[in-house]
Structures are given as structure tokens and as C-alpha cells.
């Protein structure tokens, strides 16, 4: 694996580089060419929490995983399983909806099973319908605060499209247009 770590308001020393690199060699068990996968790795402090964000670009998907601690090591272990966990659920839900041909997600054949039961599959248990009424972006936050959500689709005024607002982990918003 190629592994870009670097640090945000954090020094990179070579223990904790090696203490990411040998958490991140269990993952390479997952992929057929474990030498052309690239990771990214970003470690930041915010007040007293250590956060690590992994990103692993691969083909058509993006597996990434966040955790936050108070101890780096701590948040490094917790990262790694979330991750973990994540691959295997992505390759048992290829496997069903692609008749076992994950070669496109370049994830190896021979993917271990065990715990497969504990990983809950997760299917649409609710659907709405919504009235997307024209509105501008001060509107669909204050609609999206009304309803308690993290996010709200909306039909911008302004932009003449479709747009989603949500809130972030900072506490601002983000609006995602469509063209």
C-alpha cells in the first residue's frame, strides 16, 4: 500500500507513522494488488480529541472512515476496524448484486467470513414523498432546523435546480447543487 500520511496541527513522528503503517498492512489481506492501493491518511487535533480520517480511492468507490479520541493510538485502532468493517460489508453487498464478480472493486476472492453475521445488513426501511416547493437557501435551513434534520432538499429559487443543504460537523452548512 501507498500511505500519505500527514498532519494537521499535529507533528508526524515516526512512531506514530509506524504505529498507522503497521495498523493499515491488516487491510491489505482485502485487495488483489495491495501495492497499487493508496491511502491517505490526515491526523488532526481539535481541543482535547485526536481525529484520523482515512481515505482509500478505489475504482468507482471511496472507502473512508473518521474516528476521533483523546488517545491517537486509541483513534488509529478504532479507524482501522470501522474500516475494516466497511470493506466487508461492501464485498458481501457486491457479491449479491453482482453474482460474485467484485474484479471492479479490485477486493481479493479469498475475503475472510468470519464475523460476516455480525455486520447487519442495512436495507431502505422508509420512504417519503415530499412537495419540493421553490424556496432560497434561508428558507430551506430554517425549514431543515424546523424538521430537526442534517440535511434538506429543496428546490433553489435562486440557482433554478435542485439543491440539498446540509449541516456540518463544524456547525455551518454546505449546499450541494445539481446541474
Known amino acids: 500500500m501507498k500511505i500519505n500520511i ?19 498492512t491488516r487491510l ?8 497499487e492501493v493508496n491511502v491517505h491518511v490526515l491526523a488532526k487535533v481539535k481541543g482535547i480529541n485526536q481525529t484520523i480520517e482515512v481515505t482509500i480511492p478505489i475504482n468507482k468507490v471511496t472507502l473512508r472512515a473518521e474516528e476521533s479520541h483523546s488517545d491517537l493510538y486509541a483513534a488509529v485502532d478504532l479507524v482501522i476496524d470501522k474500516l475494516d468493517a466497511q470493506i466487508r460489508r461492501n464485498k458481501d453487498k457486491l457479491k449479491k448484486r ?17 464475523d460476516l453475521e455480525k455486520d447487519i445488513e442495512k436495507g431502505i426501511v422508509k420512504r417519503k414523498i415530499i412537495e419540493l416547493k421553490p424556496m432560497d437557501e434561508e428558507e430551506a435551513i430554517l425549514q431543515m432546523e424546523m424538521l430537526n434534520h ?20 463544524d456547525g455551518n452548512y454546505g449546499v450541494i447543487d445539481t446541474e
Do not use: M, W
Request: net charge neutral.
Open 150 to 169: 442534517d440535511f434538506f432538499l429543496f428546490k433553489n429559487i435562486d440557482k433554478e435546480c435542485f439543491s440539498v443543504i446540509y449541516r456540518r460537523k
Open 28 to 35: 491489505e489481506k482485502y485487495f488483489n494488488k495491495p501495492e
Open 98 to 114: 453482482r453474482s460474485g464478480d467484485s474484479n471492479e472493486f479490485n477486493f481479493a476472492d479469498n475475503l475472510p467470513d468470519e
Open 6 to 24: 500527514r498532519g494537521q496541527k499535529l507533528e508526524i513522528t515516526d512512531p506514530i507513522k509506524k504505529h498507522i503503517e503497521n495498523k493499515l
